[in-house]
């Protein structure tokens, strides 16, 4: 079920700022339980936590290295979940240095699990390589599952045909989890992106989500690791004056993430920025227009140009409808920042709350797969985001009337056929 929005302001609407004071409270503990030992169907409606730190970096580079310097401080576990994982190469800027760390690590004893998902996982991944990774990870001491799409003979109308789990949360010792838009993939490093690390009670939420999940795919949720989530969640590190809300996909009837984005897109009153990679829904991308209609130039848009590394084939579809769309968030009075390489960056700020996840405002995300998205009103953490977004705009060009008009044939076409991705 989805957070409603009414008529007070966003923060206490969209993160129910009046329960995350302090400490976490038994309500929050009652709902973790529940997720672990029901599974992700039970992760609707977390509470916001308080007492949480984040740090936001753009940088494939500086991921993997201050994620590897997470792993190596691990004292009790470290999961993870990702849409895309490759074996890479030794010398490679993410890939083979993230796996061989969690490798180490497992080797030595640490627990270790990670949860793959099929699709992802197998593009520009042969099968036979794709085998032989996880038979490596496996022979490493990495607990690994891969989430299987049903096979056609056995339900060729099961939802999950169109449902990915496309999440990339990576949590140590439920104190720390990183969430955004990065896979661990070479080929697709080069692209802008954001990775956020939070720190605190909200780490333990995620890592029961993971918990959940990996329950759901067979997998066994130790008595340690439970216990260990428990006491992160009743942990906070920093000021508790702050809320920060856990959001969450799952099936097609569990669209919390997209219901709330949605919601908080047509209460935003004073500002609304938004950077994604795919634009093509039109549940959600009627809002975002609506909005940019509303707040004129005070609603903005990055737009990303055609990918040019990692094989992305769809992109010769999805570029022109992004392109149909940000012709129309400008016909409605909102800026258009046009990027001169590709981001695959998910992010936003609506008036003083800022969203950073695996979410794309495709059909995809909207509607059926897996994502997950951090919201809060720290003002630490929404400043990191809005500098994120300067270091974008320098980079990027206010699109000209001339050029956005030069894609308007593309939003009469996307209307005319009804396409959609």
Do not use: C
Request: charged residues 25%; aromatic residues 8%.
């Amino acid at each position: 079920m989805g957070v409603g929005i009414g008529g007070a302001s966003l923060v206490d609407n969209l993160l129910f700022a009046q329960h995350a004071r302090g400490a976490a409270t038994p309500a929050h503990l009652e709902q973790i339980e529940r997720v672990m030992a029901m599974g992700d169907e039970a992760a609707s409606g977390l509470l916001p936590t308080a007492g949480n730190r984040f740090h936001l970096v753009d940088s494939t580079e500086q991921f993997a290295d201050e994620l590897i310097t997470d792993i190596d401080d691990a004292q009790h576990h470290f999961n993870f979940t990702v849409y895309g994982a490759h074996p890479g190469a030794p010398d490679g800027p993410i890939s083979d240095r993230v796996i061989s760390a969690a490798e180490r690590r497992a080797n030595e004893g640490l627990p270790v699990t990670a949860t793959l998902d099929e699709v992802g996982s197998g593009l520009l991944l042969g099968k036979r390589e794709r085998r032989e990774f996880i038979e490596r990870m496996r022979d490493n001491h990495i607990d690994t599952i891969v989430r299987r799409l049903p096979r056609p003979w056995n339900n060729p109308l099961h939802e999950a045909w169109r449902s990915v789990d496309h999440r990339k949360s990576f949590e140590i010792d439920g104190r720390i989890e990183w969430h955004g838009g990065m896979n661990l993939v070479d080929a697709w490093a080069p692209w802008h992106d954001f990775m956020q690390r939070v720190e605190g009670p909200a780490a333990a939420q995620a890592g029961a989500l993971l918990a959940g999940r990996w329950r759901d795919l067979g997998g066994e949720v130790t008595p340690e690791r439970m216990e260990v989530l428990r006491r992160g969640l009743m942990s906070p590190v920093d000021d508790a004056s702050f809320a920060t809300r856990l959001l969450t996909d799952g099936t097609k009837h569990r669209r919390e993430l997209s219901d709330t984005f949605i919601a908080g897109a047509r209460a935003a009153e004073q500002r609304f920025i938004l950077t994604d990679p795919y634009l093509s829904d039109p549940r959600a991308m009627d809002e975002v227009i609506a909005t940019a209609r509303r707040l004129g130039p005070s609603a903005e848009l990055f737009v990303s140009p055609k990918v040019t590394t990692g094989g992305q084939a769809q992109d010769l579809f999805t570029d022109p409808l992004r392109r149909a769309w940000a012709w129309e968030f400008a016909d409605a009075g909102g800026q258009v920042h046009s990027l001169p390489r590709f981001s695959h960056g998910k992010g936003w700020v609506m008036d003083d709350v800022a969203g950073i996840g695996s979410h794309n405002k495709d059909r995809s995300s909207i509607r059926f797969s897996h994502e997950n998205l951090m919201a809060t009103n720290d003002p630490v953490a929404v400043q990191q985001v809005l500098d994120g977004f300067d270091r974008q705009r320098t980079v990027a060009s206010l699109a000209t009337q001339d050029v956005v008009e030069g894609w308007r044939h593309l939003a009469r076409a996307r209307d005319v056929f009804n396409l959609q991705y």
